[in-house]
């Protein structure tokens, strides 16, 4: 764990003894086939940092924002003091929640140290691996935020675990994510369809690096109940591909999804297929050209599940389940 950013003192007594100094792997990089990764526990994230990825990372967040009419959370949280946001990339959801929330403390925690300097007074910016133990104090957060980690996190019960601990009796813990299958309620995906392949095949990939992004998804309100939590919702949206729906707010998200993964094929493809597959990059790069080619031009009606799943610390320990 490392020096957040800024100079206060971070909410909670969160920080560990060596977190006074900032290491050099903390501020150094990584270069691989044109990409640049985290250096802080490198190799742990499977996708890139740079310039690119992170105009990605916002239009997503753009697109996040209208998929769930402006709302941040699910959860229903009250008057929250203390949030900790879990794989906060480039920080813009902390920083709106800190904005949303000028009460609370927000500490966003990531590999990469590549979030703005320049932010409101109650955010703060830690690098921090969140797949190891926990410095955070016990009993010390009303919510914990984390969205589009599925494909990164190795073991999803561990971090709910160690959420639990971390909450407030009453915090609420919060998943959000777009899980990596193609839907389509009408017939208008062909068997063989390109882009519903490629989800297959990026979902494969990561599994052969012990990540089954699919499989947490589904899992989530499982995993929660059993490591303690109660009142256990999940809330679960469309996200079309594409400008197909008829109903122009629809489109309009459709065509924000599209873009963003668009841009981002290289990103997701390039480590998880030369990494899990055994793909050369030239072969990599062949094959995502037929995938632009079909996420522009299709005409087929998909989307990708959206997954919101939030639960509760119970205020009495709860026998049901390990705290």
């Known amino acids: 764990m490392t020096e957040p950013s800024g100079s206060r003192s971070s909410p909670t007594g969160m920080l560990s003894a060596d977190s006074i100094s900032m290491s050099e792997d903390v501020r150094d990089y990584v270069f691989e086939n044109s990409r640049r990764?985290?250096?802080?526990?490198?190799?742990?994230?499977?996708?890139p940092n740079d310039d690119a990825e992170q105009e990605r990372e916002d239009m997503q967040h753009a697109m996040f924002m209208l998929l769930c009419d402006g709302r941040l959370h699910y959860a229903p949280l009250e008057n929250p003091q203390s949030v900790l946001d879990i794989g906060t990339g480039t920080g813009i959801w902390a920083i709106d929640m800190g904005d949303e929330h000028p009460e609370a403390e927000v500490l966003g925690i990531d590999l990469s140290p590549i979030q703005p300097l320049w932010v409101p007074r109650n955010v703060q910016f830690l690098v921090d691996n969140i797949e190891e133990?926990?410095?955070?104090?016990a009993n010390s957060l009303d919510y914990i935020h984390s969205r589009q980690m599925a494909p990164t996190i190795r073991d999803w019960p561990r971090i709910i675990a160690e959420a639990y601990k971390a909450l407030k009796p009453g915090g609420w813990l919060e998943i959000q994510d777009l899980k990596c299958v193609a839907r389509c309620d009408d017939d208008?995906?062909?068997?063989?369809?390109?882009?519903a392949l490629y989800a297959k095949t990026l979902t494969r990939a990561l599994c052969r690096l012990d990540i089954d992004c699919v499989y947490s998804v589904e899992n989530y309100p499982r995993w929660m109940r059993e490591a303690g939590f109660v009142n256990v919702q999940e809330t679960v949206l469309k996200s079309p591909v594409g400008t197909w729906p008829k109903d122009p707010h629809q489109a309009r998200i459709g065509l924000y999804n599209r873009n963003m993964i668009y841009d981002g094929l290289h990103g997701f493809s390039i480590k998880?297929?030369?990494h899990g597959l055994g793909w050369t990059p030239e072969e990599v790069e062949v094959y995502l050209v037929d995938i632009r080619k079909a996420l522009l031009n299709s005409?087929?009606?998909?989307?990708l599940p959206f997954h919101s799943v939030y639960a509760q610390k119970p205020f009495e320990p709860n026998t049901g389940g390990s705290s």
């Open 133 to 137: 133990e926990w410095v955070q104090p």
């Open 272 to 274: 998880p297929f030369t």
């Open 299 to 303: 005409t087929s009606h998909i989307y």
């Open 188 to 195: 208008t995906m062909p068997d063989g369809d390109l882009c």
């Open 37 to 47: 990764y985290h250096k802080y526990s490198e190799g742990r994230y499977h996708f």
